[in-house]
């Protein structure tokens, strides 16, 4: 093989979800069968880079300065569920069970791996809380030690407020988040949710 597809091939296997293999045959797909794929699809990814951002308010994609769901007046905008990366998101929206909004920390607290407070989306939720803006924060973030720990610093920011904090988790596996559970069991787990204080 070339240099060029072998660094073609390298790249694609940094993706979540492709294994050598796949990049291999995905490599010489778009180099060797599908040409015009290969353009458009270069197109779409430079389109995506230049459109795609962060929602200044809740963290998930967007293409405007606020995400569909920020904008969407018929959702709850002061129910807020705390998740930790946009798939999360996507999985819970997926099960049709959350009528709220969110915020996305990009990552929980872990300060083994150096991640603190500062790291993360933190500070624009700590404003929505302190603006008012926030009645329950629906905490569904991973059933693990750095999870727990995220929760507790968040609820410690609540002392002195009147924003509840309850937590999903019921039904979902020791150790995994919102991502690997079906719908189901997402549903079950948001309206089971409980207090977390
Ligand atoms: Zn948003």
Redesign the pocket.
């Known amino acids: 093989m070339t240099p060029a597809f072998e660094k073609l091939q390298q790249q694609l296997k940094r993706l979540p979800g492709v294994g050598f293999r796949s990049a291999e045959r995905i490599a010489l797909h778009l180099l060797v069968e599908k040409p015009t794929q290969l353009a458009e699809l270069v197109a779409t990814l430079e389109a995506a880079a230049q459109s795609v951002r962060r929602?200044?308010?809740?963290?998930?994609i967007?293409e405007g300065p606020?995400?569909?769901?920020?904008?969407d007046e018929r959702r709850d905008q002061r129910l807020l569920c705390v998740v930790e990366h946009v798939p999360d998101l996507v999985a819970i929206e997926r099960s049709g069970a959350f009528r709220g909004?969110?915020h996305?920390l990009h990552g929980k607290l872990s300060p083994i791996n150096g991640v603190g407070p500062d790291q993360l989306n933190l500070t624009r939720l700590l404003e929505r809380i302190e603006q008012g803006d926030v009645d329950e924060l629906v905490l569904a973030l991973s059933n693990d030690v750095e999870g727990e720990a995220t929760c507790h610093f968040l609820t410690q920011r609540l002392a002195g407020t009147n924003v509840k904090a309850t937590r999903i988790g019921f039904g979902l596996p020791s150790g995994g988040g919102v991502l690997y559970a079906d719908a189901v069991t997402l549903k079950s787990a948001l309206e089971g949710r409980r207090d977390y204080l």
Not at 55 to 60: D, I, S, T
Not at 66 to 71: D, F
């Open positions: 929602c200044e308010r809740c963290g998930n967007s606020h995400c569909a769901i920020c904008s909004a969110y996305v």
